[in-house]
């Protein structure tokens, strides 16, 4: 029995102690549930915000959390082996005793929450693992999408560089294609006007050519009146040195109606040789006069055939040339309309006729010259066969000169060895030699 009572107070003892130890069991199973609450909740959160950056914190947490968890876990398996292997809480169970078996039911019951922690820690480790896989994926995502942002913005850096260049070029451009606009309409209008000008200048060519033939026709035509004149008044001349002196003295008076008051003071043949002499200072005035205009007139003409020879020189001097003979018109205008006398055309008649003989004259001294160029020409051409004949003949008198002085020198080598002794002078009879070859 007193073993019995021992025993029963050891089991009682014990039962105390495992009391109070289950009753910190407890405690931390509360602990522990409240946090695999606490777990549970962090875990919807987790899976609510599983997207975002920001969980890093919370899952550090929440593996600190599991850690302890896991710490506690362990301990309390170990506690419940030890309690479920002791051979008096068996016995206590065999023996039916309430309290015992209260005990057994409380221990069972928190072996199924134990293992109920255990399997939803081991899902928690599973979501938190997967967590930690999408957020190093996500971290990797980010760091691609770091260096793809960075090489995006240095592309931009550059596109906003090669924009403000290619603006300031732009605008360089279009300020010279405003300058070469301007430029372009100033030649447009300078064109225009060269054009009018050029329209302006092929007008006045066509009537200074009209104008050419129509004076070159007149001139024609007046040759060919004047020599018709010229024989009509040698025929003239001759009638009236037959006819009676009052004939003459009556065609003068009719002739010059301005000498009719001299007739009633002065004697006939005083009143004919005055009129004479005035008539003859009048024509020789006239005629120099004349001559000097015709004069002009033939340079003027010459040099209006030289322009309309040469098609392919300018035609502006031709209007000026034109303008220059507005005398020599003018003075042919006067002609046809009759404002000079009519003792003016025997004047007219004979400077024709001079004009004949001096163009002759210059035909004649054009052909002279002519013939005293070609014959220059020849001399020329005779001069120079002549120096380069010569040059070929000193070219070859050089050649035999330069043969016979390398033969000469080849030569005296052999003779100054044979002739030593006999003749010591040779040296100076040589150079005496070849002064007159180097001057030839």
């Known amino acids: 029995e007193f073993e019995r009572v021992t ?43 599983r997207s975002t950056m920001t969980n890093f914190e919370a899952e550090n947490d929440c593996c600190c959390v599991n850690s302890n968890i896991k ?49 939803e820690l081991r899902s928690i480790n599973a979501v938190n693992d997967q967590l930690k896989l ?19 913005w240095t592309l931009v850096v550059k596109l906003k560089e090669d924009h ?52 070159r026709e007149e001139f024609k035509r007046r040759k060919q009146q004047s020599s018709v004149d010229s024989c009509c008044s040698d025929s003239a001349e001759i009638c009236q040195a037959e006819s009676s002196p009052e004939g003459c003295r009556s065609e003068l008076l009719t002739s010059l109606p301005s000498t009719s008051h001299f007739s009633e003071s002065v004697g ?4 004919r040789l005055k009129l004479l002499e005035e008539q003859c200072q009048s024509l ?4 120099l006069g004349n001559s000097a205009r015709s004069e002009a007139l033939d340079a003027r003409l010459s040099v209006l055939h030289d322009h309309c020879v040469q098609r392919d020189s300018p035609r502006e001097n031709v209007h000026d040339d034109l303008k220059d003979l507005s005398s020599g018109t003018n003075l042919l205008m006067a002609l046809e309309e009759g404002v ?66 390398f033969s000469s020198l080849s030569f005296i080598p052999c003779m100054q060895l044979e002739k030593k002794e006999k003749h010591p002078k040779g040296a100076v009879h040589l150079q005496f030699h070849l002064v007159p070859l180097t001057v030839l």
């Open 164 to 215: 403000l260049r290619l603006n300031s070029s732009g605008a360089l451009i279009r300020h010279d294609l405003r300058g070469k606009r301007e430029l372009l309409t100033k030649l447009r209008a300078d064109l225009e006007a060269s054009k009018l000008k050029w329209d302006e200048v092929k007008a006045r060519n066509t009537e200074s050519e009209i104008e050419c033939k129509n004076i």
């Open 340 to 405: 000079v006398e009519d003792n003016f055309c025997d004047g007219c008649h004979f400077l024709e006729r001079e004009k004949t003989v001096v163009e002759s004259e210059v035909k004649w001294l054009r052909s002279e010259a002519d013939k005293s160029r070609l014959r220059e020409e020849g001399l020329v051409k005779d001069i120079g066969t002549l120096k380069e004949r010569l040059a070929e003949l000193q070219l070859q008198r050089n050649v035999e000169v330069v043969g016979h002085l």
């Open 7 to 49: 025993a029963e107070k050891n089991c009682m003892s014990t039962i105390a102690v495992e009391s109070t130890d289950y009753q910190n069991y407890r405690l931390v199973a509360g602990a522990n549930i409240s946090c695999s609450k606490d777990n549970s909740i962090e875990r919807s959160s987790l899976n609510v915000e």
């Open 284 to 287: 020789f005035s006239k005629l």
């Open 268 to 271: 006939p043949q005083e009143e």
């Open 134 to 152: 999408k957020l190093s994926q996500q971290r990797r995502r980010l760091s691609s999408i770091q260096t793809e942002f960075c090489r995006i």
């Open 71 to 119: 710490s506690d876990l362990t301990q309390i398996n170990e506690f419940l082996e030890r309690f479920l292997s002791s051979e008096d809480i068996l016995h206590c169970g065999e023996v039916n005793d309430p309290i015992c078996g209260e005990i057994v039911d409380k221990m069972l019951r928190i072996m199924r929450e134990k293992a109920a922690n255990e399997e």
